[in-house]
């Protein structure tokens, strides 16, 4: 694995802060489709498929660093961030973290059915904050949000892009020692993914450690100055962001792998 070198100016020193030991998560899932309905049919009861998602994982983040994670649909980086943040636990090996890591995906929980105002309280004090600290971040948020008048309506009534800004919003509002990002620059138009680019970047100038998985290989390249590239569950390469993305784009052209599917292999 090759060792990482910063291709962007920022403070990163050498305390771990996320260390991630050969790591295996496989999934045991029911079986679709043809063969299954006519085993049912049979009397020869449901079949069942082990999903080997990620193969032996391993690498080390440390403070101050931003690692893109890139590879096409399906490679196992989401499920990687979810064992990450402590939301699955590996079928082998160990993950290891200097603080509870908070992971920030367009599926995190707010609640439809109460308005973006409500789920703006709710989510701060969900991440410690006091219903003072939560009244003097309100309006930043809401900004950075760009919802507007939307902000007293209920979430349910979001498109998911609405929902996605207001999430990264609320967890962008507090530094993380460990933050996970996955999609979350998905959404938005070119502005509001300059405003998160801008704030990630501040993150990581408070010595946060950012782990972003992005559909867009041009967010990566403004965020991270180092990239790991996964493929089939398993770490293809490590290293300087620019060196790794070209590698990436290189194998996806020769995949047949066209310029929009690879701007979206990011999303898993």
């Known amino acids: 694995m090759a060792k990482a070198k910063a291709t962007v ?7 771990p802060t996320v260390v991630v030991d050969d790591v295996h998560v496989t999934y045991r899932v029911r079986g679709s489709g043809r063969s299954a309905s006519l085993r049912r049919l049979l009397g020869k009861g449901k079949s069942i498929k082990e999903v080997h998602a990620v193969r032996g994982i391993s690498f080390t983040a440390n403070h101050g660093e931003a690692i893109g994670l ?6 196992g980086k989401s499920t990687l961030l979810r064992v ?3 939301l699955l636990p590996p079928t082998q090996g ?5 603080a509870q890591p908070s992971l920030l995906g367009v599926n995190a929980a707010l609640v439809g059915g109460l308005t973006g105002t409500r789920n703006i309280e709710l989510g701060c004090l969900a991440l410690g904050m006091s219903k003072k600290e939560v ?30 800004r207001l999430r990264f919003a609320i967890a962008a509002s507090i530094s993380h020692d460990i933050l996970l990002i996955d999609e979350a620059l998905a959404t938005g138009d070119a ?5 998160s680019e801008e704030r990630i970047q501040q993150l990581r100038e408070q010595a946060g450690t950012v782990i972003l998985v992005s559909h867009s290989l041009g967010s990566i390249l403004q965020t991270c100055d180092r990239t790991i590239w996964i493929d089939k569950g398993q ?13 990436y784009d290189e194998w996806a052209k020769a995949h047949g792998v066209g310029k929009a599917r690879r701007d979206r292999a990011a999303l898993d």
Do not use: C
């Open 135 to 164: 009244a003097k971040r309100f309006d930043s948020i809401v900004q950075f949000s760009g919802l507007g008048e939307f902000i007293d309506m209920p979430m349910n009534a979001y498109s998911s892009g609405m929902g996605a």
């Open 70 to 75: 890139v590879g096409r649909n399906g490679s």
């Open 94 to 98: 160990t993950v290891f973290t200097d």
């Open 235 to 247: 770490i293809q390469m490590d290293g300087p962001t620019k060196e790794v993305v070209a590698k």
């Open 84 to 86: 990450i943040a402590g």
């Open 191 to 195: 502005e509001f993914r300059a405003r």
């Open 9 to 15: 100016v920022t403070k990163v020193d050498l305390n």
